[in-house]
């Protein structure tokens, strides 16, 4: 610890303080207590430290699992460091080489950008742009020459990447890895090496591919020390078993509407409840620390705890008035069982009305309470669907609308049609 | 076989017949039948097979173990096929990326370059020009950017991989194998994608690379059948044992003196000359059944076999007359014991004797008999060391030469002072 002799009391009471941050909630440091030398450099030099994020370009739908990283990057950025998030656009733009896998389906340069500038849009609402740096690793990885990428793949054995979780257990079972995949943590480690970053953050599940930066950078004799890893616990989704996930549909996102997210939160088992506050919210350790007495000694209930956690979730991300208006129709359709107070309005042209009436499934699509016209029958027949309160059970019923219709699906979703 | 029908009985006789002397001396042909098929599309369309060969550019010495290739290649040539002759510029531009391992040094462009001089020089002792094309792979492969690279290693599983013996007995051992050693088969492979041989030749320790240009041809959905390996025995060198190679000192250089190809090819074991006769040199297959039999009855001498073996290569080699010189040379020293009939000339400047006599050591490596002081040394010490048929016994004796001395290191090794 040579940095640390040269501090005075004054930046080692700081550099403990950031310590007591940046450590709060994460699964794992690696290594541990070179992280403490970082801040001691970056408090004595003056100098913020480089703090990475790599973001999936195919999937800018941001939900409350993914702000567990985001959370702490803006903690970086409240103690003075830059955030560096880097869209992986290069390994994107690839798809999957085999060609046999559906599972990572190659996007256009149109695509990326457009998938960018829609995480920009909802990154900003946890991030500072002030201490925002984005960058496409397209920019380095795509000036590679095959010279390049054959020194690249020179700094790691096969058998360091089999130890890799999935690679371990696919290897063990038979079960073919194509040797293009080796490339995924190679490329990851390698936005290290040309960022010179001084932190990478994700998930527990992204240990190895981030571990991959500081190999890399050694391997690649980058000056001084090599980047530290922060990876972050998983947050279980509303199931409270699995991770959340849009494919499992356990997922708060954070773009949806003030009510869903709302009423999501409200659906989150009670023993999650903590975890989510500690890992997504701006709460203090001092408040996490009186809100974890009040549950346990009873002074404070659940159910009161869990509304508090919705009115944040929907002030974070759609301000102080949704949160109050999210809240109270929460408090009427679900606990007097009535119509909310607000449906959003959904103003259709007569001429998209059919003559003899408007086929139900096809109606829930277009004022986009489904998303499909199979999403639509399976809701009809499952009974979740009601205009006016009667419930509709026929899915190739043609309904004839009037000003002021009001459509339902499930419990949380409303609109009150305007024909114009 | 839909073309075998197609061709007139003189045509079927004309695949027959090049299908017997192709598959002579070859150690494994896959897939087999296919070759007949290729031969007779060959025959049929008048279109010459493209059969390959990869050259290493570092070691641009050409011994007799790998003529065995050559005369193979040879024979193609002559029933009418084209040569494509790959140097593997890429790879030995590259170097080995890890940096840790000495085998493969770097090459630089001009060292390609002249050593691929080398190489057309000497090939051209056994190949017809005419029907001979060189390639440097760097040409392809240089133009390749990371997206091809990561598609063309998404052609082959790791497992795959692990099945080549080298790399299967390094995993199995725990030994350490680089990521971009499995570059090196599928860059092999590429270049059969390439050039888009029709058939590739090699020796058996190149089964696998070679076996990838078929399967990678398919990857990349070459048009018609695949490429047809063709594995040749390795030939054991002089001690009869080892793989001939100039690592190991047990070989006859196709560029060596005349003399000493001679001697050497006399110092062969007789239970491998029908090998040699069979696999390196222009010998019809009835001339070697007669030579067989001729050796199992007695009614030929194994040490006239082999006489005329060094003969014949001497011939090849260096022309008609050194080959009766070399003869002649043999028989004198060898088996008179006496000087040989012609000794090489050496001519020194006065300037470079030194007064008061030249040191015996430096001397022999100056008019090049031995290539350093270490084994000019040895060779005294060993008594093989001779200055007008008198033995020398101190490495420090000092050497007062005139005009015609004759020296002699073993019993091969002559030469004849001229003093300008």
Redesign the interface.
Known sequence: MGQWDQLTEQQQNEVERQLRIICRGAAKIVPEDALKQKLAYSVLSGQPLRVKLGLDPSAPDIHIGHTVVLYKLRQFQDLGHEVQLIIGD?TG??G????KSETRKQLTEADVKRNAETYQQQLYKILNPQKTKFYYNSSW??Q????D???????????R??ERDDFAKR?GS?Q?????E??YP?MQGYDSVSLQSDIELGGTDQTFNILMGRTLQEAYEMKGDGQIAILMPLLEGLDGIQKMSKSLSNYIGIDEMPNEIFGKTMSIPDQLMLKYYELTTAITNEELLELKQGLQEGTIHPRDAKLKLANEYVRMYHGERAAEEAHNHFVTVFQKRALPDYIEEVRLRASELEDGGTWISKLLVTIKLQSSNGEAKRSITQGAVKINERKITDQNERVVLQDGDILQVGKRKFARIKIE
Chains 1, 2 share one sequence.
């Open positions: 290069f733009r690839i999957d080489p085999t060609g990885l795509s590679l020459k095959f010279e990428v054959l020194q690249l793949a020179g700094k790691l054995t096969v058998a990447m089999l290897f038979n073919p890895i194509h040797i293009h080796f490339f190679l």
